[in-house]
């Protein structure tokens, strides 16, 4: 099992400087083009000074965070055009608009999954319509199975690879112009730089914030024992249902991600136990009192238009 405890800054140091020979800001266009366009241009006409500079997508059990928003503009993803709606208890479907510690954000609160039968043009449109705002970070956060048993439940920890067992990508052929800017290079997909400020701020606000290789499945099922054993071996430290398209989608624009996981249940293949979504949901409860003041001071510290110092 790799050290989940590396720091951000080492990797830092071993990623080259320079960019990558194959381009990894794409000319991807949607396959209905229309759609999330559309989308992007009912927010602008509505909100016409609005730039939010921080997209955050929350993930299960995690829509709390979005109470910490002042003056908000909240709107139900069923009044977006296009907007699929989730139909996980803990993902409410509402775009919200507004604050976060000086900085403006557009939060996606609840994401809808591959597994409710959405396709994945369809479950992305809300992440991409906040790409297209114009951000110039995006947070993604989620909740996942503990794999590596450094980890517990309750623990905060920074995607910053991942195993996508998915088997699909956004980067389909049909919409690239060219089979050579179909090749994309992945090393980059997690901010390095964001990461090493993350754990920066997590040490000030008094805990570690680990890296974790998160291997994305389809679900909706969690993993049986034997298949929580093959993901450890294959190098997972965390296992989930989501996040992945989303990063490729950010790093295909060329937006930087930081991605932060709620731990909530660690799996023990050799003791039989059942995950049961309550205990997902009251696990990520207990974790906001570290994510939400992460997610804020990254916010003050970096976007408040008062204090700029990244
Ligand atoms: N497996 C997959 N997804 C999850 C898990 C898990 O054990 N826990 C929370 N999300």
């Known amino acids: 099992m790799r050290n989940a405890t590396h720091n951000a800054a080492e990797l830092l140091k071993r990623q080259p400087r320079e960019p990558p020979t194959i381009s990894h800001r794409l000319p991807v266009r949607p396959a209905s083009a229309s759609e999330p366009c559309a989308a992007t241009q009912w927010i602008q006409n509505r909100h016409r000074s609005f730039r939010p500079r921080i997209g955050i997508v929350l993930g299960s059990g995690l829509g709390d965070l979005a109470q ?184 295909q624009l060329g937006t930087p991600v930081l991605a932060f996981s709620v731990v909530t249940n660690v799996a023990n293949p050799d003791i039989p136990t059942a995950t049961e979504h309550n205990d997902v949901l009251a696990w990520s409860s207990l974790a906001r009192s570290r994510l939400e003041p992460l997610v804020s001071r990254i916010a003050s510290k970096y976007f408040s238009t008062t204090n700029r110092n990244h």
């Open 68 to 251: 910490a928003i002042e003056q908000p503009t909240r709107i139900a993803y069923r009044e977006i055009p296009g907007f699929p709606e989730p139909k996980v208890p803990g993902h409410s479907g509402q775009l919200v608009l507004g604050l976060l510690e000086g900085a403006q954000v557009a939060v996606l609160q609840g994401r809808c999954h591959l597994y409710e039968g959405w396709s994945l043009e369809e479950s992305l449109r809300p992440l991409r319509t906040v790409l297209e705002l114009g951000i110039e970070l995006l947070i993604l956060s989620n909740a996942s199975g503990g794999i590596n048993p450094r980890f517990h439940s309750g623990q905060v920890v920074a995607i910053d690879s991942h195993i996508n067992w998915l088997f699909q990508s956004t980067n389909s052929p049909n919409r690239h112009d060219s089979s050579a800017s179909i090749l994309m290079r992945h090393g980059r997909t997690y901010d390095a730089r964001w990461l090493a400020k993350a754990q920066e701020t997590a040490e000030e606000l008094g805990f570690a914030l680990p890296c974790a290789t998160y291997l994305a499945t389809l679900g909706p099922n969690y993993e049986t024992r034997a298949e929580y054993r093959a993901f450890g071996r294959l190098g997972a430290d965390i296992v989930g249902m989501s996040t992945v398209p989303e990063s490729i989608l950010a790093m």
